[in-house]
């Protein structure tokens, strides 16, 4: 079910020079709030915006759950103090993902029956217990006629362990909150419905106490009031009765970030993360190995695969070893995969629409000059984008040359076929006409043969890597 009040538009992504490259739910100091798609991602024909927003979470949140050092952008990592100021902060690396990682680590504890309940623990209590009699004769006062009187009886009591304030409905409210607006259908898929309306119990008792609406949310209408008072109301909950127990405390400093995370100096929130090519890296090598299968991959950069055991780790790392380093420089092709005919295939896998511009497919990349510094800061970009396309092809010869010289041993240019994946709306393929044969079988401007671009459509590969993505593992 849609929330209440909750409107957001799509924004296709442009990855043009010096543009921001931010993917997921950004909303501006104005409150206006918008979607912003990966590079070439198109929406299934009757997919809603909500559908997609949950698919792009949970892809977010489980590459910042397995990977929460990944480098934070410039405009992240900024809190807010009690008078609107704001610092840049090193802070818990999971804040580089602008809050999305902490709410998925607020939903992870609150699946601990510990913090919900009330709980049996030992201790004293008033009142009287016929089967706890004989371990609490020392403490009764004996009447005259012999008879023991107990005032307290040592039992196990229910109490509330973590604590006994509104620590845990507050938790509570911002948790459903978020599952309501970033993971839509996963409180009836994902979560079990005891503790379902356990959460609900406490969040209702909690938004009673403070006087909120049904529908108060920190991410629909009426966002920038609610989040003053829910900011105000932990601050009480916190200074009447600070937490004592590890998890309290833990779970008061959790909120406490969230609450008060800003992303950036001048207002809004971003629930989304910079530098998406790392996570188009590590959804392109999850597909590729299951379309591939391991057996079938020689070599990869397996530092983003983290359903890959040991054993396969290490014959993968020297497999690398052995191919490519050489001459004091630790080279890591993305994959390297043997075919059914014997030949290889290497795949780089690029989030950039540098590859899919008309100008790349006449003629090799070429490295910009150096004799004059650039004037401007768009002069500087565009120079920085033309080396790295040259760097790029430079460094998917330089593995082709080490496949064919330190494994194949053999110097038929054939048995190596290059690939570049990057993302587009629909599967294609297309051979760079600056490889293509001429009449005397000479390449023009380079010996560099067998390079192609693979479009492969962004929607299929991130929707298969947010499928092994759960709440609660």
Same mark, same amino acid.
């Given at each position: *079910?849609?929330?209440?009040?909750?409107?957001? #538009?799509?924004?296709?992504?442009?990855?043009?020079?010096?543009?921001?490259?931010?993917?997921?739910?950004?909303?501006?100091?104005?409150?206006?709030?918008?979607?912003?798609?990966?590079?070439?991602?198109?929406?299934?024909?009757?997919?809603?915006?909500?559908?997609?927003?949950?698919?792009?979470?949970?892809?977010?949140?489980?590459?910042?759950?397995?990977?929460?050092?990944?480098?934070?952008?410039?405009?992240?990592?900024?809190?807010?103090?009690?008078? !609107?100021?704001?610092?840049?902060?090193?802070?818990?690396?999971?804040?580089?993902?602008?809050?999305?990682?902490?709410?998925?680590?607020?939903?992870?504890?609150? !699946?601990?029956?510990?913090?919900?309940?009330?709980?049996?623990?030992?201790?004293?209590?008033?009142?009287?217990?016929?089967? $706890?009699?004989? @371990?609490?004769? &020392?403490?009764?006062?004996?009447?005259?006629?012999?008879?023991?009187?107990? &005032?307290?009886?040592?039992?196990?009591?229910?109490?509330?362990?973590?604590?006994?304030?509104?620590?845990?409905?507050?938790?509570?409210?911002? =948790?459903?909150?978020?599952?309501?607006?970033?993971?839509?259908?996963? *409180?009836?898929?994902?979560?079990?419905?005891?503790?379902? #309306?356990? +959460?609900?119990?406490?969040?209702?008792?909690?938004?009673?106490?403070?006087?909120?609406?049904?529908?108060?949310?920190?991410?629909?209408?009426? $966002? #920038? =009031?609610?989040?003053?008072?829910?900011?105000?109301?932990?601050?009480?909950?916190?200074?009447?009765?600070?937490?004592? $127990?590890?998890?309290?405390?833990?779970?008061? #400093?959790?909120?406490?970030?969230?609450?008060?995370?800003?992303?950036?100096?001048?207002?809004?929130? %971003?629930?989304?993360?910079?530098?998406?090519?790392?996570? +188009?890296?590590?959804?392109?090598?999850?597909? =590729?190995?299951?379309?591939?299968?391991?057996?079938?991959?020689?070599?990869?950069? $397996?530092?983003?695969?983290?359903?890959?055991?040991?054993?396969?780790?290490?014959?993968?790392?020297?497999?690398?070893?052995? %191919?490519?380093?050489?001459?004091?420089?630790?080279?890591?092709?993305?994959?390297?995969?043997?075919?059914?005919?014997?030949?290889?295939?290497?795949?780089?896998?690029?989030?950039?629409?540098?590859? =899919?511009?008309?100008?790349?497919?006449?003629?090799?990349?070429?490295?910009?000059?150096?004799?004059?510094?650039?004037?401007?800061?768009?002069?500087?970009?565009?120079?920085?984008?033309?080396?790295?396309?040259?760097?790029?092809?430079?460094?998917?010869?330089?593995? @082709? +040359?080490?496949?064919?010289?330190?494994?194949?041993?053999?110097?038929?240019?054939?048995?190596?076929?290059?690939?570049?994946?990057?993302?587009?709306?629909?599967?294609?393929?297309?051979?760079?006409?600056?490889?293509?044969?001429?009449?005397?079988?000479?390449?023009?401007?380079?010996?560099?043969?067998?390079?192609?671009?693979?479009?492969?459509?962004?929607?299929?590969?991130?929707?298969?890597?947010?499928?092994?993505?759960?709440?609660?593992?």
């Amino acid at each position: *079910m849609k929330p209440k009040g909750w409107h957001f #538009e799509l924004q296709h992504t442009e990855l043009a020079s010096g543009g921001e490259s931010y993917v997921g739910l950004v909303r501006d100091a104005e409150g206006k709030a918008r979607l912003r798609l990966p590079y070439g991602y198109r929406l299934d024909q009757g997919e809603s915006k909500e559908a997609c927003l949950g698919q792009l979470s949970r892809v977010l949140a489980r590459f910042a759950r397995s990977y929460p050092r990944e480098r934070r952008s410039e405009r992240e990592g900024y809190l807010s103090d009690a008078e !609107g100021r704001r610092e840049q902060t090193d802070g818990p690396p999971e804040l580089g993902y602008a809050k999305l990682a902490s709410l998925v680590e607020l939903i992870r504890r609150l !699946g601990d029956p510990q913090l919900l309940a009330l709980v049996r623990i030992p201790g004293l209590a008033a009142g009287f217990d016929e089967r $706890h009699i004989s @371990r609490n004769l &020392e403490r009764a006062v004996y009447l005259p006629d012999h008879t023991p009187y107990f &005032e307290t009886m040592w039992a196990r009591p229910p109490q509330m362990r973590q604590t006994r304030n509104d620590l845990v409905g507050l938790a509570c409210w911002i =948790a459903l909150d978020a599952l309501r607006h970033l993971f839509p259908g996963a *409180m009836d898929e994902e979560i079990a419905p005891n503790l379902l #309306e356990e +959460w609900e119990t406490l969040a209702a008792r909690f938004a009673d106490s403070q006087h909120l609406s049904q529908d108060a949310s920190l991410f629909g209408n009426g $966002h #920038e =009031a609610t989040l003053p008072h829910i900011q105000d109301a932990l601050a009480a909950i916190t200074r009447t009765e600070p937490p004592v $127990h590890a998890q309290a405390r833990e779970l008061a #400093e959790l909120l406490g970030s969230i609450l008060h995370y800003s992303a950036n100096a001048g207002g809004g929130e %971003i629930f989304g993360l910079k530098g998406f090519y790392r996570v +188009w890296e590590a959804a392109c090598l999850e597909y =590729a190995l299951e379309e591939f299968g391991a057996a079938r991959i020689l070599s990869c950069d $397996h530092e983003l695969l983290d359903s890959v055991s040991a054993p396969q780790r290490q014959l993968w790392t020297d497999a690398r070893r052995q %191919i490519c380093a050489w001459n004091g420089m630790a080279r890591r092709p993305d994959l390297i995969v043997r075919l059914d005919d014997g030949r290889l295939l290497l795949i780089d896998f690029k989030y950039s629409s540098a590859y =899919a511009e008309e100008s790349f497919f006449k003629r090799r990349p070429q490295k910009p000059g150096t004799q004059h510094q650039p004037a401007n800061r768009l002069a500087w970009l565009k120079f920085c984008e033309e080396l790295k396309l040259h760097q790029d092809i430079a460094n998917l010869e330089s593995y @082709r +040359w080490l496949l064919m010289q330190r494994h194949l041993r053999n110097a038929d240019e054939s048995l190596v076929e290059t690939q570049i994946w990057i993302p587009a709306q629909q599967d294609s393929q297309r051979h760079c006409a600056w490889q293509t044969w001429d009449k005397s079988l000479h390449l023009p401007d380079t010996g560099y043969r067998q390079l192609s671009v693979r479009g492969v459509p962004a929607a299929t590969i991130l929707r298969h890597y947010a499928r092994k993505f759960t709440l609660f593992s």
